[in-house]
């Protein structure tokens, strides 16, 4: 082989495919601290005053009883009483000068709590604060709110109907936990809280814009995968486009995709209340430079289901002569967003089923193949008849599964499957096995990629495609600290689904999910690319370069991946052995090395659990050979122009 212990030959003249621009991509899914303590600027916990349905039960500080009766994260003040599951916590007064109202502070150990459900209000001196505050009221109350210590005062009109009362807080300290209250005073009436928020008044779109900046900086072209995931069946896009303080909280049950105790809003007491909608969402990906991919709420495969998937393919879609594409319009976005990937469920053959969750709290086991198939040949055709330039992407499921599917007459419509069998289970303490965990992508998903290929193509006369769409090691959800373990899982499995890509038809891969559980870790008051990220800044130089074909064994311990970008070679070499350098000659044949290049290093600065990558450039003087030095368990990018 041209790779040895010494040498590896990199021959200019073997170029194969160009890398799809969209090879590379992520997930934005709607869990756990991915938005909440994450991607959104919402400081305030449980904004929409939500409470668990009946019987359901949480893990958290005091047992089973948080959040079932009053709101969880919220304390009374006065008397207050929660009236619904959401959206109507109800303060009613016999004087003028009683107050009623609510209070929020830190709980459960503050931010994040690490991946966990803690929660905490930061604020930085001299920045301000937009606190806004939807309310119903029977009478003119006056609204006294504090934030830290700054008291400001607001007047309900007492309209008895909803009305919104707004007013920007200057921080005048720094902290880690502030104290919010507000409460009604000076009127003999109800009033009723349907929602309150509190942002930074340098959010974008409600927004983070240093984790947006993080996510820009990954330079991932690909999908961005969204809402889900676990989260997409509960997701209801027409509600989202309601202004926020007008949205219901979307409940997902604690039993459904249960990754970590609680599901998958478990974090958030079981309710997401900081969605994107799709106008922030298209936007986000215009941002960042990404690709919109939109996961469908299938499940049962109702009417209702139907319905809304064509309305939102002809939202984003239709021309503004179209009922929804012409809702689109009226919200300022007069040309059609042209998204292309829809994704047909998730999960879908494993995940159990919920037909009117919170209401109806019961569920039904997942779908046979056979019923799935039935679904998708009432979809299919309706969605493809609304907007026939869509790539459909099916749940993968086993081959057993996937050849129910695959067969005429849907399987010629599919564009690619879904495909999660990326996850693997570490959390490497020795050498070794920081090495093993290395190898992984290599050693499992590589066949199971290559199996699945072997199920596509014979139970298909025409192409189906492969989305490789949930990958990471630990699972993502149970790592506190991603080390340069999770790195070199993210190098490894890139530089494989890159080399492999055309041959097995991978067509897309998605890291689940970079925020919070991954590639970006975000504090409060910053945030910053962990090991993953560094990869992936990395690697994401190969989106539309020619791949040279290089021969090699991927049981080596060096992973190289060579490709030529615009007018230079960039060869990248990560060294997975945990115990000991590697120095190589890199030889280049038919081109010429007449410039100095560049060389970047992903060194890693120990093997624990906390270790990451230092980042080290040099320059590479002009050679047809180069030396270079890989030491252990970090990552070599050499990148030469070439005559």
Same mark, same amino acid.
């Given at each position: ?6 040498? #590896? ?13 969209? +090879? +590379? ?20 916990? !449980? ?5 668990? %349905?009946? @019987? ?45 109202? #609510? ?12 991946? /966990? ?10 920045? !301000?604060?937009?606190? *806004? ?16 210590? $700054? ?18 807080? %200057? ?25 309150? /928020? ?23 072209? =690909? ?38 105790? =609680? ?35 299938? *499940? ?21 002569? &179209? ?8 919200? @300022?976005?007069?040309? %059609? ?94 050498? $070794? ?27 298909? /006369? ?9 990958? =990471? ?42 925020? !919070? ?42 992973? %190289? ?29 038919? @081109? ?15 093997? &624990? ?35």
């Amino acid at each position: 082989t041209a790779l040895t212990a010494h040498g #590896l030959v990199v021959d200019l003249s073997r170029r194969a495919e160009t890398v799809s621009q969209t +090879l +590379l991509g992520n997930d934005l899914e709607f869990t756990r601290h991915d938005l909440f303590n994450g991607l959104s600027a919402q400081l305030v916990a !449980n904004r929409l005053f939500a409470v668990q %349905p009946p @019987g359901t039960r949480w893990p958290f500080p005091d047992g089973s009883g948080w959040g079932s009766v009053f709101p969880a994260r919220w304390q009374a003040i006065g008397s207050p009483v929660s009236t619904a599951l959401a959206r109507a916590v109800t303060c009613s007064t016999t004087d003028v000068i009683s107050q009623c109202g #609510l209070l929020q502070q830190a709980v459960g150990g503050g931010f994040s709590s690490g991946l /966990s459900f803690g929660s905490s209000i930061g604020l930085l001196a001299g920045a !301000n604060y937009e606190f *806004q505050l939807q309310a119903t009221a029977s009478a003119p109350f006056y609204v006294l709110i504090q934030l830290a210590s $700054q008291t400001v005062q607001v007047q309900l009109l007492g309209l008895g109907q909803p009305e919104n009362v707004s007013v920007t807080i %200057p921080a005048i300290n720094t902290t880690t936990d502030a104290t919010l209250s507000f409460v009604v005073h000076g009127a003999i009436g109800q009033a009723v809280f349907h929602a309150v /928020s509190l942002l930074p008044a340098n959010h974008w779109r409600g927004l983070r814009p240093d984790v947006i900046a993080d996510l820009k900086s990954l330079n991932f072209h =690909g999908l961005l995968r969204y809402p889900g995931g676990c989260f997409a069946p509960f997701y209801r896009w027409k509600d989202n486009l309601l202004p926020p303080l007008s949205q219901s909280p979307v409940f997902t049950p604690p039993n459904y995709c249960t990754a970590v105790a =609680g599901g998958v809003n478990a974090y958030t007491d079981g309710v997401m209340d900081t969605g994107i909608n799709i106008d922030d969402y298209i936007a986000l990906c215009d941002a960042i430079g990404a690709t919109p991919a939109i996961t469908l709420p299938l *499940q049962f495969g109702t009417a209702q289901e139907l319905n809304d998937s064509i309305d939102w393919v002809e939202y984003c879609n239709g021309n503004a002569s &179209t009922p929804y594409g012409s809702l689109r319009a009226q919200r @300022g976005h007069p040309a %059609p967003y042209n998204v292309r990937y829809w994704y047909l469920g998730n999960e879908i053959n494993m995940q159990a089923r919920f037909r009117n969750y919170p209401n109806d709290t019961s569920s039904l086991p997942p779908p046979s193949a056979e019923l799935y198939t039935t679904m998708l040949e009432v979809m299919v055709p309706a969605l493809l008849a609304k907007d026939p330039g869509l790539q459909l992407f099916a749940v993968e499921g086993g081959a057993a599964w996937d050849t129910v599917w695959l067969t005429p007459p849907i399987g010629k419509y599919i564009s690619a499957t879904s495909f999660h069998g990326g996850y693997a289970n570490g959390a490497p303490r020795t050498p $070794q096995e920081f090495s093993q965990a290395a190898h992984i992508p290599t050693s499992t998903v590589l066949p199971g990629i290559r199996a699945l290929r072997g199920t596509l193509n014979a139970s298909s /006369s025409s192409f189906v495609g492969i989305s490789a769409d949930e990958y =990471g090691l630990g699972p993502p959800w149970d790592v506190s600290t991603f080390n340069v373990a999770h790195g070199m899982y993210a190098a490894a499995f890139i530089s494989t689904i890159i080399s492999i890509a055309s041959e097995s038809g991978v067509l897309f891969s998605n890291y689940f999910e970079p925020v !919070n559980e991954g590639a970006i870790v975000v504090e409060q008051f910053d945030s910053y690319l962990t090991a993953i990220g560094d990869v992936m800044a990395l690697y994401s130089r190969y989106q539309g370069c020619a791949r040279i074909q290089l021969d090699f064994n991927f049981d080596d311990d060096i992973l %190289p991946l060579a490709a030529i970008c615009n007018t230079s070679l960039v060869l990248t070499l990560a060294n997975r052995n945990a115990t000991s350098d590697t120095a190589i000659v890199v030889s280049i044949t038919n @081109g010429s090395v007449t410039r100095p290049g560049q060389q970047v290093l992903l060194h890693a600065d120990g093997l &624990t659990a906390v270790s990451q990558f230092s980042v080290e450039t040099s320059v590479i003087t002009p050679s047809q050979q180069i030396p270079v030095t890989i030491p252990l368990y970090s990552i070599a990018q050499i990148v030469v122009p070439i005559a």
